[in-house]
């Protein structure tokens, strides 16, 4: 019978999701993570390739990305051609933003414009692969918490404890690459 918890996440979920674009993402299942260079996080030179659509496992450049969302889903690239996809802890959202639309932190770490959170919720994990044309923001379909992409994927609304991990970034001939590593944890880790 469910408790207090379910009834509180359940009245999220349905007072959000009214005001949803739903963008067509996928949500993968979870794995553990794996040894290997494919299971490493997202390290400086990497790209990105999608993770779905007309242009699964390509490489994303900036061009590629909608002004003004939504993001898509893509996992990191290693210059050796690698993907990093091994581990989903590294599934990475991209969305691409008036860069005089941005906070001063997220536009330091944004490639004209472009911005780069982990997908994983901070609540309980889930990929934060579902987006507000409403708010504006990014939404985790789990239990509809919402993130501003524009000001460091803070929380704006539901259950999730703190902002998603950010990734630095730069863009090398028009080709999304990171910059810099995970500005904190990852989803729902500790380390
Ligand atoms: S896992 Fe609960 S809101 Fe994302």
Request: aromatic share 6%; proline share 8%.
């Amino acid at each position: 019978m469910p408790g207090d918890d379910w009834l509180h996440c359940h009245c999220y979920r349905r007072r959000t999701i009214l005001g949803l674009a739903l963008a067509p993402l996928l949500a993968l299942p979870a794995r553990a993570a794996e040894e290997g260079e494919a299971a490493k996080p997202p390290a400086p030179d990497d790209r990105f390739v999608f993770l779905t659509g007309p242009k699964k496992e390509q490489v994303v450049r900036a061009e590629d990305l909608a002004l003004g969302g939504p993001q898509v889903q893509a996992y990191p690239i290693a210059p050796d051609g690698t993907v990093r996809n091994d581990n989903r802890l590294n599934l990475v959202i991209l969305a691409r933003f008036d860069p005089t639309a941005l906070t001063d932190e997220t536009r330091a770490r944004a490639a004209d414009g472009v911005v780069a959170y982990s997908a994983v919720c901070t609540h309980q994990g889930c990929p934060v692969n579902m987006w507000s044309k409403e708010r504006n923001a990014f939404v985790c379909s789990c239990h509809a918490s919402v993130f501003d992409p524009r000001n460091a994927a803070e929380v704006i609304d539901g259950p999730a404890p703190r902002p998603l991990a950010a990734l630095g970034l730069k863009l090398k001939d028009g080709v999304v690459t990171v910059a810099s590593t995970f500005s904190g944890r990852v989803g729902v880790t500790q380390n």
